[in-house]
């Protein structure tokens, strides 16, 4: 490879990892041609990209961003490296773990991942990284929880609302009672006594 084709390498490099937050360095090492192959595949499936490259120029694209960003992933560059972008941070571990058990293989090995700042290293974070909380699913957790006591506020006043229904509807049918009050009959006033008139003399 000529130092221009080099060149060339770190440039597409250093423009995939300014374009994407998640990446994952992998081993590929002993992988068939045809294994490679359908690696490739199902990454092509799940819209993540696969790169291979020499660990050397992948450091160089690295530290020709931000050295310092990246350091934690410099010991990961050793043996094969195939590199894994995507937007989703953990749909490459899902690839890699469904590729595994297909195949009855622990290749590709996972020497480490780059989400969003944070650095994940060895193999043994693979399974913590297929379970990790993607934007969308977040965000779809914080608006149930901020629904759940609105759909809590909005049950208890429609069930409110269904009381007073059927109080109404119950009062509306029940009989109108006509209440007949009694009249009092005045007592019969005694006649008084006629007084006798003084005989006159």
């Given at each position: 490879?000529?130092?221009?084709?080099?060149?060339?390498?770190?440039?597409?490099?250093?423009g995939?990892?300014?374009?994407?937050?998640?990446f994952?360095i992998?081993?590929?090492?002993?992988?068939?041609?045809?294994?490679v192959?359908?690696?490739?595949?199902?990454?092509?499936?799940?819209?993540?990209?696969?790169?291979?490259?020499?660990?050397?120029?992948?450091?160089?694209?690295?530290?020709?961003?931000?050295?310092?960003?990246?350091?934690?992933?410099?010991?990961?560059?050793?043996?094969?490296?195939a590199?894994?972008?995507?937007?989703?941070?953990?749909?490459?571990?899902?690839?890699?773990?469904s590729?595994?058990?297909?195949?009855?293989?622990?290749?590709?090995?996972?020497?480490?991942?780059?989400?969003?700042?944070?650095?994940?290293?060895?193999?043994?974070?693979?399974?913590?990284?297929t379970?990790?909380?993607?934007?969308?699913?977040?965000?779809?957790?914080?608006?149930?929880?901020?629904?759940?006591?609105?759909?809590?506020?909005?049950?208890a006043?429609?069930?409110?609302?269904?009381?007073?229904?059927?109080?109404?509807?119950?009062?509306?049918?029940?009989?109108?009672?006509?209440v007949?009050?009694?009249?009092?009959?005045?007592?019969?006033?005694p006649?008084?006594?006629?007084?006798?008139?003084?005989?006159a003399?």
């Amino acid at each position: 490879m000529t130092k221009q084709e080099k060149n060339d390498v770190i440039e597409v490099l250093k423009g995939k990892f300014s374009q994407y937050n998640n990446f994952y360095i992998t081993n590929t090492e002993s992988l068939t041609v045809e294994q490679v192959s359908k690696l490739r595949r199902h990454c092509f499936t799940k819209q993540v990209e696969m790169k291979v490259a020499k660990n050397t120029l992948i450091r160089k694209a690295l530290e020709g961003l931000d050295a310092e960003k990246y350091a934690g992933v410099y010991d990961s560059l050793n043996h094969v490296t195939a590199l894994l972008f995507s937007e989703n941070p953990k749909e490459p571990a899902l690839i890699i773990s469904s590729f595994r058990k297909e195949n009855n293989n622990e290749k590709p090995v996972l020497k480490a991942a780059f989400i969003n700042g944070d650095i994940f290293v060895g193999d043994n974070q693979l399974k913590s990284l297929t379970q990790i909380k993607t934007k969308n699913e977040l965000i779809g957790e914080v608006i149930g929880l901020l629904q759940s006591p609105i759909q809590r506020v909005l049950g208890a006043l429609q069930n409110k609302d269904a009381a007073k229904e059927v109080v109404a509807e119950e009062v509306a049918a029940a009989p109108v009672a006509e209440v007949v009050a009694p009249v009092a009959e005045a007592p019969a006033t005694p006649e008084a006594p006629a007084s006798e008139a003084p005989a006159a003399e």
